[in-house]
């Protein structure tokens, strides 16, 4: 890798560390809203779900690795089909 793309990589991580901190902080100020429970759940879950996001786009490569992904998910779909329809077949 040249340096100019370590760099960027650099930056990108500490972007999504700043993120993921400000998600942190606005999950705990959420908490202190004494929303009704219904809410707070839901606000805190999208806020985790947001932050999940991030963790395996970047950190997991999920992002940059596309092709390879969509090509395991139709084979695992294609899997379960099979499955499923093993039992129609079967009789």
Known sequence: ???AEVQKH???YISVFVALAALTVIT????YLHLPFKQAVLAA???AGL???LVAGFFMHLLSEKQIIFSVLALTFIFLLAVLLLPVISV
């Open 45 to 47: 879950l999208a806020i």
């Open 51 to 53: 932050k999940g996001s």
């Open 10 to 12: 650099v930056k990108i």
């Open 1 to 3: 890798m040249e340096h």
């Open 28 to 31: 705990v100020a959420v908490s």
